[in-house]
């Protein structure tokens, strides 16, 4: 009775007095917003919004509400997390095995870029791509097409756009395709189980990938054409690209500069995760006769990844918490569109960062729970 | 000796206190800004990042411009020295949360005075210092010389959280011309961009454009286009609630106006005050008693004009000198031409 009233007491006290400077503070920002004829609510969330955004993924402009403003700023905020985490991935585990590498030249150059783009500020490196990388591009009208198709300039990438025709056939291809993948891979274990017998699913699956859209296309009557990017004159000296899809500079410069500046830390990552798997685990594997292949898929990839997943969600999360940078650039995302522009047209400070707060919380939370989960996947089973 | 240094400091309490109670006045009671200015020893003044003209700091750190001189004026009215003021330089986007929060008690950073945030967000309005219009700057060798050349597609630098990005909207949904947005939320990075050749056209008030061109790499490639696509009265704003601090602000800014239409420079003013113009002798302060209704000597007006100077004074040192808006269009006085007309200092 005595210990339970001796741990049960301080934490009592933690709590009442969390609750307690909670409580003052809530009460201070009421009186002081009282005073000053400052009115709390998120009735501004239906109004008219009436002002323009640059880029957006759904269909959005002034006319529509704060609340549809705040999805466009959400949106693009997720975008640009989304690519960023892919591309760092990618180049974070190339650049980590990389350092790995014997030859001496890969070896120091994948060194030399980790060393570089990590120890440089991030919002420098946002203006570095920005503004020198901007001021490098070509006009419109000075622009040499890439493939024919592609305009890379100061305005922006302008890329072909996709027409389809019966693009719904070709969607159901690709998932026949990839549920027939998954019913092949599932057949190919139970064969190797029951008879040792060892199917190439890589080269079956590639296959299907390939030859069930195509199919689609020879008999199913689905087609493809492209709008290329043509170039307009606004007036004497000024260009756009019409048609086709743009890309806006800032969302390259943006996207670039934070997977550049977080697959530094995924290559640490990386590196660590397969240097901590012993040597002995290499040699036992090859000593029973499997392939290096089948070495590094089978022992070390497995085991690695336990080490690397969970340093590795850190960085997803600072990439994603990074992205709000977006802002002294001008690419749209939550924190322009929303906590910026919305926040100065309405003047509702707290109400609006305080959504946006629990949006990025609720952001990094999803992104959190997903790494976990496939932590949890990965881990040793006990039994 | 340790003895009498006791009773010295409780003489010195004493006095003190005693002095407080005889020069606090009822209108200081009554204005906490005020009273809490007079403890400071300063004004807290919020400005732009650095918008030449109108609040801009030199190498030195000494800021200088017409939003500035508003700012002096009150320290100069209050605390009987020009320099006494702190300068905070806010993006637009902080600007009203400077103010609103407490952390500032002065806003004089080119804003435009609007109805929602007159009324809407614990702000409010004294006065305009500066009128103005939202304008476009092209680059010379576009060819564009009228906005009626603007076609689809044109892109826009501008700032974030400004009713530019309002007035935009409208001017181009109006003439139903699509254009891209680029909004920055630093104007030297909207500078930048524009200058890099991101965007077509840059837009914000016209003096801003005036004042940023200088900022330009090449200046005399850009032109600001004659149209006016908004009204854009700028002036000075206080927090809700405290009107007599309110008063103080909108009439320190009054004299300066005030001021030059009766021909009081900062060189002529202590001459004035032998003057056969009752007006004029109350704003030097050898006439009426109209500091007293804010809580301020006599010669608070008087201070203003030989520290400060008149409006026409500034706008000269700081707008017209440097080149930026030599002619001073509607800023001009009412007998001259303008639109600057204030109520009487009576």
């Given at each position: 009775?005595?210990?339970?009233?001796?741990?049960?007491?301080?934490?009592?006290?933690?709590?009442?007095?969390?609750?307690?400077?909670?409580?003052?503070?809530?009460?201070?920002?009421?009186?002081?917003?009282?005073?000053?004829?400052?009115?709390?609510?998120?009735?501004?969330?239906?109004?008219?919004?009436?002002?323009?955004?640059?880029?957006?993924?759904?269909?959005?402009?002034?006319?529509?509400?704060?609340?549809?403003?705040?999805?466009?700023?959400?949106?693009?905020?997720?975008?640009?997390?989304?690519?960023?985490?892919?591309?760092?991935?990618?180049?974070?585990?190339?650049?980590?095995?990389?350092?790995?590498?014997?030859?001496?030249?890969?070896?120091?150059?994948?060194?030399?870029?980790?060393?570089?783009?990590?120890?440089?500020?991030?919002?420098?490196?946002?203006?570095?791509?920005?503004?020198?990388?901007?001021?490098?591009?070509?006009?419109?009208?000075?622009?040499?097409?890439?493939?024919?198709?592609?305009?890379?300039?100061?305005?922006?990438?302008?890329?072909?756009?996709?027409?389809?025709?019966?693009?719904?056939?070709?969607?159901?291809?690709?998932?026949?395709?990839?549920?027939?993948?998954?019913?092949i891979r599932i057949y190919a274990k139970k064969v190797q189980e029951n008879q040792g017998k060892q199917i190439p699913v890589f080269f079956i699956s590639i296959g299907l990938i390939f030859i069930l859209p195509l199919l689609s296309f020879l008999i199913g009557g689905v087609k493809l054409s492209f709008e290329v990017p043509v170039l307009k004159q606004l007036a004497t000296?000024?260009?756009?690209?019409?048609?086709?899809?743009?890309?806006?500079?800032?969302?390259?410069?943006?996207?670039?500069?934070?997977?550049?500046?977080?697959?530094?830390?995924?290559?640490?990552?990386?590196?660590?995760?397969?240097?901590?798997?012993?040597?002995?685990?290499?040699?036992?594997?090859?000593?029973?006769?499997?392939?290096?292949?089948?070495?590094?898929?089978?022992?070390?990839?497995?085991?690695?990844?336990?080490?690397?997943?969970?340093?590795?969600?850190?960085?997803?999360?600072?990439?994603?918490?990074?992205?709000?940078?977006?802002?002294?650039?001008?690419?749209?995302?939550?924190?322009?569109?929303?906590?910026?522009?919305?926040?100065?047209?309405?003047?509702?400070?707290?109400?609006?960062?305080?959504?946006?707060?629990?949006?990025?919380?609720?952001?990094?939370?999803?992104?959190?729970?997903?790494?976990?989960?496939?932590?949890?996947?990965?881990?040793?089973?006990?039994? | 000796?340790?003895?009498?240094?006791?009773?010295?400091?409780?003489?010195?309490?004493?006095?003190?206190?005693?002095?407080?109670?005889?020069?606090?006045?009822?209108?200081?009671?009554?204005?906490?800004?005020?009273?809490?200015?007079?403890?400071?020893?300063?004004?807290?003044?919020?400005?732009?990042?650095?918008?030449?003209?109108?609040?801009?700091?030199?190498?030195?750190?000494?800021?200088?411009?017409?939003?500035?001189?508003?700012?002096?004026?009150?320290?100069?009215?209050?605390?009987?020295?020009?320099?006494?003021?702190?300068?905070?330089?806010?993006?637009?986007?902080?600007?009203?949360?400077?103010?609103?929060?407490?952390?500032?008690?002065?806003?004089?950073?080119?804003?435009?005075?609007?109805?929602?945030?007159?009324?809407?967000?614990?702000?409010?309005?004294?006065?305009?210092?500066?009128?103005?219009?939202?304008?476009?700057?092209?680059?010379?060798?576009?060819?564009?010389?009228?906005?009626?050349?603007?076609?689809?597609?044109?892109?826009?630098?501008?700032?974030?959280?400004?009713?530019?990005?309002?007035?935009?909207?409208?001017?181009?949904?109006?003439?139903?011309?699509?254009?891209?947005?680029?909004?920055?939320?630093?104007?030297?990075?909207?500078?930048?961009?524009?200058?890099?050749?991101?965007?077509?056209?840059?837009?914000?008030?016209?003096?801003?454009?005036?004042?940023?061109?200088?900022?330009?790499?090449?200046?005399?490639?850009?032109?600001v286009l004659p149209e006016t696509i908004s009204k854009e009265p700028l002036g000075p704003v206080v927090r809700q609630g405290d009107s007599v601090w309110e008063d103080i602000v909108r009439w320190s800014l009054n004299t300066m106006i005030e001021a030059e239409e009766y021909g009081i420079t900062s060189a002529n003013a202590d001459m004035m005050k032998t003057s056969d113009?009752?007006?004029?002798?109350?704003?030097?302060?050898?006439?009426?008693?109209?500091?007293?209704?804010?809580?301020?000597?006599?010669?608070?007006?008087?201070?203003?004009?030989?520290?400060?100077?008149?409006?026409?004074?500034?706008?000269?040192?700081?707008?017209?000198?440097?080149?930026?808006?030599?002619?001073?269009?509607?800023?001009?006085?009412?007998?001259?031409?303008?639109?600057?007309?204030?109520?009487?200092?009576?």
């Amino acid at each position: 009775m005595n210990l339970k009233l001796k741990d049960i007491v301080p934490q009592l006290i933690t709590v009442i007095a969390v609750v307690l400077i909670f409580g003052f503070f809530t009460y201070n920002a009421q009186i002081n917003m009282e005073n000053r004829g400052i009115d709390f609510g998120y009735g501004f969330l239906s109004q008219e919004s009436s002002f323009d955004v640059q880029f957006s993924l759904i269909e959005y402009d002034g006319s529509h509400s704060y609340f549809r403003a705040y999805l466009v700023g959400l949106l693009n905020t997720i975008l640009v997390s989304v690519i960023g985490i892919i591309i760092a991935t990618i180049l974070g585990v190339i650049v980590g095995v990389a350092r790995l590498s014997p030859n001496y030249l890969i070896n120091k150059f994948a060194a030399f870029y980790v060393e570089f783009f990590r120890n440089i500020p991030l919002l420098l490196q946002i203006f570095f791509w920005y503004f020198a990388a901007l001021r490098a591009l070509p006009l419109p009208q000075d622009a040499e097409a890439i493939f024919g198709v592609f305009f890379l300039t100061i305005k922006g990438l302008y890329v072909p756009a996709f027409i389809w025709q019966n693009f719904s056939i070709f969607f159901y291809s690709i998932v026949a395709a990839v549920i027939a993948i998954i019913v092949i891979r599932i057949y190919a274990k139970k064969v190797q189980e029951n008879q040792g017998k060892q199917i190439p699913v890589f080269f079956i699956s590639i296959g299907l990938i390939f030859i069930l859209p195509l199919l689609s296309f020879l008999i199913g009557g689905v087609k493809l054409s492209f709008e290329v990017p043509v170039l307009k004159q606004l007036a004497t000296t000024s260009f756009i690209y019409e048609g086709g899809v743009s890309l806006p500079p800032e969302l390259i410069a943006l996207t670039l500069s934070l997977s550049l500046y977080t697959a530094t830390f995924i290559a640490e990552c990386v590196r660590a995760g397969i240097q901590g798997v012993g040597k002995g685990q290499k040699e036992a594997a090859a000593s029973i006769g499997l392939t290096p292949n089948q070495v590094l898929k089978l022992v070390i990839m497995p085991q690695a990844l336990r080490i690397i997943i969970p340093p590795t969600t850190n960085q997803y999360l600072n990439l994603t918490k990074n992205s709000s940078l977006a802002a002294a650039i001008a690419y749209p995302d939550l924190v322009l569109v929303f906590a910026g522009t919305a926040l100065m047209q309405t003047g509702k400070a707290i109400e609006i960062v305080s959504i946006t707060m629990f949006t990025y919380l609720t952001l990094s939370i999803s992104i959190s729970i997903l790494m976990n989960w496939y932590n949890k996947r990965i881990a040793i089973q006990e039994k | 000796m340790f003895k009498y240094l006791k009773q010295l400091t409780s003489l010195v309490a004493m006095v003190a206190v005693l002095f407080t109670f005889t020069t606090e006045s009822m209108a200081a009671k009554k204005s906490k800004t005020l009273k809490n200015t007079q403890k400071k020893g300063f004004v807290r003044c919020g400005v732009s990042q650095g918008l030449p003209g109108f609040s801009n700091a030199d190498a030195a750190g000494n800021w200088t411009g017409v939003d500035v001189d508003v700012c002096r004026a009150v320290a100069a009215a209050v605390l009987g020295d020009a320099n006494k003021v702190k300068f905070t330089p806010l993006s637009a986007k902080e600007r009203f949360t400077a103010l609103t929060s407490g952390e500032i008690d002065i806003l004089s950073r080119n804003t435009t005075w609007t109805l929602s945030r007159d009324a809407d967000i614990g702000l409010t309005f004294v006065g305009v210092n500066f009128y103005d219009g939202q304008g476009f700057m092209v680059r010379k060798s576009s060819g564009i010389t009228s906005t009626g050349q603007f076609k689809d597609g044109i892109s826009a630098c501008t700032n974030i959280g400004t009713t530019t990005e309002l007035n935009m909207r409208d001017f181009f949904n109006s003439k139903g011309i699509k254009y891209e947005p680029v909004a920055f939320e630093k104007a030297d990075e909207v500078v930048a961009a524009y200058d890099a050749g991101r965007c077509d056209t840059y837009t914000t008030d016209k003096s801003g454009l005036a004042a940023q061109r200088t900022k330009m790499k090449n200046p005399d490639e850009h032109i600001v286009l004659p149209e006016t696509i908004s009204k854009e009265p700028l002036g000075p704003v206080v927090r809700q609630g405290d009107s007599v601090w309110e008063d103080i602000v909108r009439w320190s800014l009054n004299t300066m106006i005030e001021a030059e239409e009766y021909g009081i420079t900062s060189a002529n003013a202590d001459m004035m005050k032998t003057s056969d113009n009752p007006a004029i002798k109350r704003l030097v302060g050898a006439e009426g008693e109209l500091g007293a209704a804010f809580g301020l000597d006599n010669d608070w007006s008087l201070r203003i004009i030989k520290q400060v100077g008149n409006y026409g004074e500034s706008y000269k040192r700081n707008i017209a000198d440097t080149g930026i808006l030599p002619d001073r269009g509607p800023n001009q006085l009412w007998t001259k031409g303008g639109i600057l007309y204030v109520p009487p200092a009576r």
